[in-house]
């Protein structure tokens, strides 16, 4: 498992993950055609943002559904050589060693487990208005309340704090929790407009509560907010 320095949370608090391929609005119309059912929802995001204060937000509204075609909810299942699946479930198992004896006697009998993608839920045909419009508004409170955020310009903001999601796990609304977790960060901090510092902080924290755990080497699925808050368990080695 590849280490990394900061936790992915660390980027959801400060600045959130950045969206791959930035998109011009021209896309945004083939997002709406392809969306379906789900169009109105994605329309009453442009539709929020239409007074000349909100021009900003609408931009912003733009940028997502602009760069939401490659962007979903990947579900992985573990199957056997065949490419059937199994129904292993790697957090069933109180121990990674636990985890390990169970894969070992199925390997006997079933030959090489690999993780089998099964699904991939497609954010533009899910997604509710209210979860966008929450998410933009928040980043934009964010942005313009933290201090080692405020120096970014719209372009970074929209790479850096606009986007809702960090990779393929199931669309949750974390930004609350987060800001209301880390409200005593700008009082902490030595230099509060220093995003560096503001990093360390909260990676410290992080790796005062939440734990790596082995057993994620055979889950590909990623975890949602609420099961990494629960569990207090990381996917990844914190340095």
Aim: with cysteine.
């Amino acid at each position: 498992m590849k280490k990394i320095v900061l936790f992915f949370i660390i980027s959801l608090v400060l600045f959130s993950c950045t969206q791959n391929g930035q998109k011009n609005s021209e896309n945004v119309q083939a997002i709406l055609d392809n969306a379906g059912k789900n169009k109105a929802e994605l329309q009453k995001v442009l539709d929020a943002y239409q007074e000349p204060e909100d021009s900003l937000k609408l931009q912003a509204a733009w940028f997502l559904l602009g760069n939401m075609d490659e962007q979903g909810y990947l579900y992985y299942e573990v199957a056997d050589s065949n490419n059937t699946e199994i129904g292993f479930y790697a957090l069933d198992y109180p121990t990674y060693d636990a985890m390990t004896r169970a894969w070992d006697s199925i390997v006997e009998v079933r030959g090489k487990l690999h993780q089998k993608k099964v699904s991939f839920t497609k954010d533009y045909e899910i997604t509710k208005a209210d979860y966008l419009i929450n998410n933009i508004d928040l980043a934009f409170r964010v942005w313009e309340e933290n201090p080692w955020s405020k120096h970014l310009n719209f372009d970074q903001f929209c790479e850096y704090i606009l986007p809702y999601r960090s990779t393929n796990e199931p669309l949750e609304d974390w930004r609350p929790y987060f800001i209301e977790k880390y409200a005593w960060l700008k009082d902490s901090m030595k230099t509060i407009n220093d995003p560096v510092e503001a990093c360390i902080w909260i990676n410290n924290d992080i790796k005062s509560w939440f734990r790596f755990d082995p057993r994620f080497y055979e889950h590909a699925t990623d975890l949602g907010f609420k099961e990494l808050i629960e569990g207090k368990l990381r996917t990844v080695l914190l340095e």
